[in-house]
């Protein structure tokens, strides 16, 4: 479609109308390469509806193009872009005097249907002497923060009151601008209502180009396997996003430590600093995936393997506690299991009553596989185990103090001493007959037994509570004991509700 542009207004300028002359109305293409998609016919009907205006409306799209100036007025600077495409800069937007013959970046605000050019701005440039006259949207310029409301921040642009949306000021959520007030922040020209004298500001516009500059910069620099420094951003439970400079990777939780963590908030914070390695590059997306463990070091279970064979002993932090056992840390990120079945010869009804959260235990390991990173501890093992010489210390027929541990339906479980634990049968309780243990004894209460049989192999203690006193009742076998030994009386043989042992095979 050709756009054919209605007669010029009379230039004032001598450089406009040189600029001019040889302008052709057929600017179909080269308006759209200039306006990037821009809509040419909803930005001639709104010029149909009024005088043109210094400023567009607030979110127009503009475009980046490279052009060269080819003509210095007293106040504009004029732009080929090459064919029939040309444009007009104020010359307020340049620190440094142009030249002609200098070919710049701009950003192409609108089209200007009245005189047939592009308006510009200076890319990056920053526009030090704006008035209400000369506002254009898109201008870099500076603003002092002057106060702060709930929607944003309160700013002056050289004498002219601007609004900031909270939303606009930073890449990232702000939860409180008090800092800000007194500073002075460059912002782009995103709103400008002469009439209404409406300006609104965005500094969120200019920091995602410096970082999408950035971030081109940087993936041309950047190789898998480099270490680089960046700061946490945002910490999720599966990971954490790291900006390494104008672009930001994924640290899985995963990569963080050997340590076992299932959030990340375990390991890091946001502001960390960190040194990671890169493991990925997708340069076609612009993702990174980093490692902050593979930065640190090497992985301690490359060599677990020949430290902690099995058998070794070994010396652990209880890191966490849960139903089944513990977890171990015998290093820096090597790690492993304590079964509560391992923790000790008598039953254990749950983990805590073992071990808690940083105790330090002497262990044996059980197990060890470095490729799949498990291993398995036992406690119990790491000490003398009682029942190999159980019979050097107990013997049938003796009497001894013990603590009832816990009521089973058929009797009663006495600890005579840590990791030797006997059973009190239900008909072993008492002189007359019982349902339930409970009916006598309760857990923790002191008690003296007899011994009745001892089983090493199957490590098995048998204990009457009825036979300690002969006539004494149940209150003497039940009451709490100063301790002591019974010399051994005349042997029963069979014992009702124990165990099948003859002891004086075993004697």
């Known amino acids: 479609m050709i756009i054919v542009a209605p007669p010029m207004a009379k230039a004032t300028d001598p450089n406009r109308e040189k600029f001019r002359k ?257 493991l990925k590059i997708d340069r076609d997306t612009g993702k990174l995936s980093l490692s902050l463990k593979q930065a640190r070091g090497t992985d301690p279970w490359a060599e677990a393997g020949t430290r902690y064979g099995v058998g070794t002993p070994v010396t652990g932090r209880v890191t966490k506690v849960e139903a089944f056992g513990a977890f171990i840390e ?25 071990c808690k959260e940083g105790d330090t235990l002497k262990l044996v390991v059980l197990s060890m596989d470095a490729i799949t990173r498990r291993m398995s501890f036992s406690l119990k093992q790491a000490g003398p185990d009682p029942w190999k010489s159980v019979h050097e210390r107990y013997y049938t027929e003796g009497t001894y103090p013990g603590k009832v541990t816990r009521i089973v339906d058929f009797g009663a479980f006495v600890e005579l001493e840590p990791g030797l634990e006997g059973l009190v049968h239900v008909s072993e309780v008492a002189e007359h007959r019982v349902r339930s243990a409970s009916e006598v004894v309760q857990p923790g209460q002191d008690v003296k037994v007899r011994v009745t049989e001892i089983d090493k192999e199957g490590r098995r203690i048998g204990l009457s509570l009825k036979r300690v006193i002969e006539g004494g009742g149940i209150a003497a076998a039940a009451m709490s004991s100063r301790g002591g030994v019974v010399a051994p009386k005349k042997d029963r043989g069979g014992l009702r509700g124990g165990l099948d042992f003859d002891y004086k095979k075993n004697k």
Not at 237 to 255: K, P, R, T, W, Y
């Open 22 to 278: 040889d302008s052709d109305p057929a600017l179909d293409a080269e308006l759209d390469a200039a306006l990037a998609g821009m809509e040419i016919d909803s930005l001639l009907s709104a010029d149909r509806q009024g005088p043109a205006q210094p400023q567009t409306q607030p979110g127009a799209d503009k475009s980046i193009r490279r052009g060269k100036i080819v003509s210095i007025g007293r106040d504009d600077v004029f732009v080929d872009f090459g064919g029939k495409s040309q444009g007009v800069c104020s010359v307020l937007q340049f620190v440094e005097p142009p030249v002609v013959g200098q070919e710049i970046d701009f950003n192409v605000t609108r089209y200007d249907q009245t005189e047939g050019v592009l308006v510009l701005s200076l890319k990056g440039a920053m526009a030090t002497n704006v008035n209400w006259e000369n506002l254009e949207i898109g201008q870099t310029v500076e603003a002092i923060v002057t106060g702060v409301n709930k929607g944003g921040l309160e700013c002056e642009v050289k004498g002219m009151r601007a609004f900031m949306p909270a939303g606009q000021v930073e890449l990232f959520h702000v939860p409180d601008f008090k800092d800000y007030i007194g500073k002075k922040l460059t912002c782009e020209v995103t709103k400008a209502e002469r009439e209404a004298r409406n300006l609104v500001l965005s500094r969120r516009n200019i920091l995602e180009r410096e970082k999408e500059e950035s971030k081109k910069k940087m993936l041309e620099e950047l190789a898998e396997g480099q270490i680089r420094r960046g700061t946490v951003r945002t910490v999720m439970d599966f990971g954490a996003f790291v900006d390494l400079g104008g672009i930001d990777g994924l640290l899985h939780v995963s990569e963080m430590s050997f340590k076992r963590g299932r959030k990340a908030s375990e390991f890091v914070k946001d502001g960390d600093v960190l040194d990671v390695k890169v």
């Open 330 to 354: 015998v290093e820096e990120g090597v790690e492993g299991l304590l079964p509560i079945s391992e923790m000790s010869y008598t039953r254990v009804k749950s983990a805590a009553d073992v």
